[in-house]
C-alpha cells in the first residue's frame, strides 16, 4: 500500500508563492514518476507538472515559467514552487506517484488526498 500525504497549500494573494510537498510512505523501493495534478471547481483534473525519477519534467503550458517541480528520491518527497500564483491556479492540487515498487508488487497508479490552494484577486 502506497500513502502519499500532501502540505503546503492556503490562501495566498495573487502573485504570491507557495511550495507544496508530498512525500509517500511505506517499504518503499523506487518511484518512477511523481507529480502533481489539480481539479478546480467544475472542472477535470489536470496535470500540473510531473518528474521522472532521472529528473525529466514536463509542464503544463499554465505553469510553464512559473512553477518548479523538483524531488527527493532518497526522502520519496516530490515538491511544487509554485510563483507569480493568478487566481485560476486556485484548485485542489493532488500529489500523484507512478509506478511504485514496494517488494514484489508495482502499484501502477496513487493519489494523496489533495491539498487545497486558493488565490485571492
Known amino acids: 500500500q502506497v500513502q502519499l500525504v500532501e502540505s503546503g497549500g492556503g490562501l495566498v494573494q495573487a502573485g504570491g508563492s507557495l511550495r507544496l510537498s508530498c512525500t509517500a510512505s511505506?517499504?518503499?523501493?523506487?518511484?518512477?514518476?511523481m507529480g502533481w495534478y489539480r481539479q478546480a471547481p467544475g472542472k477535470q483534473r489536470e496535470l500540473v507538472a510531473v518528474?521522472?525519477?532521472?529528473?525529466?519534467?514536463n509542464y503544463a503550458d499554465s505553469a510553464k515559467g512559473r512553477f518548479t517541480i523538483s524531488r527527493d528520491n532518497a526522502k520519496n518527497t516530490v515538491y511544487l514552487q509554485m510563483n507569480s500564483l493568478k487566481p485560476e491556479d486556485t484548485a485542489v492540487y493532488f500529489c500523484?506517484?507512478?509506478?511504485?515498487?514496494?517488494?514484489?508488487?508495482?502499484?501502477?497508479?496513487?493519489w494523496g488526498q489533495g491539498t487545497q490552494v486558493t488565490v485571492s484577486s
Open positions: 500523484n506517484a507512478e509506478r511504485v515498487v514496494i517488494g514484489r508488487d508495482i502499484f501502477l497508479s496513487s
Open positions: 511505506g517499504n518503499i523501493f523506487s518511484i518512477n514518476v
Open positions: 518528474q521522472s525519477s532521472g529528473g525529466r519534467a
